[in-house]
């Protein structure tokens, strides 16, 4: 068994009936794993979501909240801008949503419906795994 000490994550939180080598491959690739701390690096082209032509941005009403959900939104939109996750836009889109998890906390979410809505299709779907799994073969 591999040492705890090890791990970023405590082993004490993985199943019992574990098989040996997950440890390892989950230790191997920790960093994939890690809260991200801040925003992906620059990428050299910009990308772009073709939008179906003469359509406006998508600009969702919000939701009537209460004054201690609005707090609460403030207060996590302010912790992602501190922790460098996300950053101040001056985008015409705009559709954030806050949902309650199991615990009682909320987590802000995205509804891309209304932006899915009028966006272009892709041409060439991804494939089907089963199918690229057996090519292999």
Sequence with gaps: MVEESLF????????????????LLLHNYSSIFDTSKSLPPQCFHDHSIPLIEGS?????????YSHSQKAEIE???????????I????????SIILVK?????????????????ITIKDTFP?????ELIYELF
């Design 87 to 94: 950053q101040p836009s001056k985008s015409p889109f705009s």
């Design 8 to 23: 970023h994550f405590p082993l004490k939180e993985l199943p019992i009936d574990i098989k040996p080598k997950l440890p």
């Design 56 to 64: 406006q941005p998508v600009k969702v009403k919000p939701y009537q």
């Design 75 to 85: 207060k996590l939109v302010q912790g992602m801008l501190d922790e460098g996750i």
């Design 126 to 130: 991804i494939p089907i795994v089963d």
């Design 101 to 117: 998890k199991k615990d009682g906390s909320w987590r802000v979410c995205i509804d891309y419906r209304a932006l899915n809505a």
